[in-house]
T-cell receptor, first 116, second 108 residues
Framework: EAGVAQSPRYKIIEKRQSVAFWCNPI?????LYWYQQILGQGPKLLIQ????????DSQLPKDRFSAERLKGVDSTLKIQPAKLEDSAVYLC??????????????FGEGSRLTVL | KNEVEQSPQNLTAQEGEFITINCSYS?????LHWLQQHPGGGIVSLFM???GKKKHGRLIATINIQEKHSSLHITASHPRDSAVYIC??????????FGQGTRLTINP
């Protein structure tokens, strides 16, 4: 079974530029998560989708971050314009069932962003 | 106070030692996740447990729901076990809250 696919693995941009990350979850997984992990910290949830609907985006900086999952399958996360503090690994995860408390999470390898 | 507290934050041990990582949480939960993250790598789910104990190879996870505490044990530790181990619990029905992680280094 294919895992969660993310791209690109690495991206270096200058501040005020834009960047987009892509995630393809495991086939059939309805729930998709985007996490931000700053070096030395645990992952922080940015946004959670259930199919193509947003379940939780309370910690997404909406002035610069956006995410979509139009067809309820793959998803993109965009940052525009980027700031230095956005340097982090952006992790995508998916789970089969609705609700983080009942479904095993499968993570992608992450996309490491460096903002100069 | 964080809802999920892990201890220790850093742990260095010699190959072969028995390792214990602890996780305490403050809210009632239905299940708890233990995750592993290798340096530069993605996160892998090790266990999801709601009661008692689970074992996979040299890894054992236990949970005490009443005491709101879970432990991850590694028997006969090996350098390849060096990683960050993260405990995560659901907040409400749909959101996971992560601990800060325990960085484990096993020296040969």
């Amino acid at each position: 079974e294919a895992g969660v696919a993310q791209s690109p693995r690495y991206k270096i941009i200058e501040k005020r530029q834009s960047v987009a990350f892509w995630c393809n979850p495991i086939s059939g997984h309805a729930t998709l998560y985007w996490y931000q992990q700053i070096l030395g910290q645990g992952p922080k949830l940015l946004i959670q989708f259930q199919n193509n609907g947003v379940v939780d985006d309370s910690q997404l900086p909406k002035d610069r971050f956006s995410a979509e999952r139009l067809k309820g399958v793959d998803s993109t996360l965009k940052i525009q314009p980027a700031k230095l503090e956005d340097s982090a690994v952006y992790l995508c995860a998916s789970s089969l069932v609705n609700g983080a408390g009942t479904g095993e999470l499968f993570f992608g390898e992450g996309s490491r962003l460096t903002v100069l | 106070k964080n809802e999920v507290e892990q201890s220790p934050q850093n742990l260095t041990a010699q190959e072969g030692e028995f390792i214990t990582i602890n996780c305490s949480y403050s809210v009632g939960i239905s299940a708890l996740h233990w995750l592993q993250q290798h340096p530069g790598g993605g996160i892998v789910s090790l266990f999801m447990l709601s009661s008692g104990k689970k074992k996979h190879g040299r890894l054992i996870a236990t949970i005490n729901i009443q005491e709101k505490h879970s432990s991850l044990h590694i028997t006969a530790s090996h350098p390849r076990d060096s990683a960050v181990y993260i405990c995560a619990v659901p907040q409400g029905a749909q959101k996971l809250v992560f601990g800060q992680g325990t960085r484990l280094t096993i020296n040969p």
